[in-house]
C-alpha cells in the first residue's frame, strides 16, 4: 500500500471512529508495520498543519485520534447545542490529583491521604470519564484499582502521564507544611 492510500486509510479510520484508536489496531488492518502507521500519521498530522486545517492528530502515548483544533471551538457551540461543563470543584480536583499520581490506586488509599470519605467524588469523576476502574488490588477484599483515562489526558492536554509535573522533595516538604498549618487552622476554630 503506498503511503498516499495509507494516510487517506487512516484519516477515513479516525474520521469513522471519533475515539483514538491504537497503533497496533491500525497496523493490523492495514496489514502493514506500526512504524509505517506512525509515518503515516505524522505525514497526515503535517498535511494538517501546512494547510491550517480545522483538524488536528492528538498522540496517546499508542493511540491516535482526529479532532476538531481547540481554536474553532466556538463554531462548533454556536451550530451544535453546547455541551455541558464538567465543573471540577476543589474535592474533585483534589480526589483527581491523588488518583492521577498515584495510580492505580484503591478507593481506601485516595481516603487515607484525603482523610474523608471519597465515594461521591471517585464516582463522579468515573462519571465525567476521568478515572476508570483499572483492576483489582491482590489484597484481602480485592479492592478496585481507579487510574485516569486517555479523556483525563485530552481534558488536561497532555499526551501521557509522564507529563504529568515531577514534584521534588523539598517542593513536596513544602506542601506538607502547608497541609499542616490548615489542618492547624481548621482545630482553632
Known amino acids: 500500500m503506498e503511503l498516499k492510500q495509507t494516510t487517506a486509510a487512516i484519516e477515513t479510520i479516525l474520521f469513522a471512529m471519533g475515539d483514538s484508536v491504537e497503533i497496533a489496531a491500525l497496523a493490523e488492518v492495514l496489514e502493514i508495520p506500526q512504524e509505517d502507521v506512525r509515518e503515516a500519521v505524522r505525514v497526515l498530522e503535517e498535511r494538517f498543519d501546512a494547510e491550517g486545517s480545522g483538524l488536528k492528530i492528538n498522540w496517546f502515548e499508542d493511540a491516535v485520534q482526529l479532532s476538531s483544533r481547540p481554536e474553532y471551538y466556538e463554531y462548533l457551540v454556536k451550530i451544535a447545542k ?88 523539598e517542593q513536596m516538604e513544602e506542601f506538607r507544611e502547608e497541609a499542616e498549618k490548615e489542618v492547624d487552622m481548621r482545630l482553632e476554630i
Open 82 to 169: 453546547q455541551p455541558k461543563r464538567q465543573v471540577l470543584t476543589d474535592t474533585l480536583m483534589e480526589t483527581l490529583s491523588i488518583i492521577a499520581f498515584k495510580q492505580p490506586v484503591t478507593r481506601a488509599e485516595v481516603e487515607s491521604i484525603r482523610g474523608v470519605n471519597s465515594d461521591f467524588a471517585i464516582n463522579k469523576l468515573v462519571g465525567f470519564g476521568l478515572v476508570e476502574e483499572k483492576g483489582r488490588k491482590e489484597a484481602p477484599g480485592r479492592p478496585l484499582l481507579f487510574g485516569t483515562t486517555e479523556q483525563f489526558l485530552r481534558s488536561f492536554g497532555i499526551s501521557s502521564l509522564e507529563d504529568l509535573p515531577d514534584f521534588g522533595s
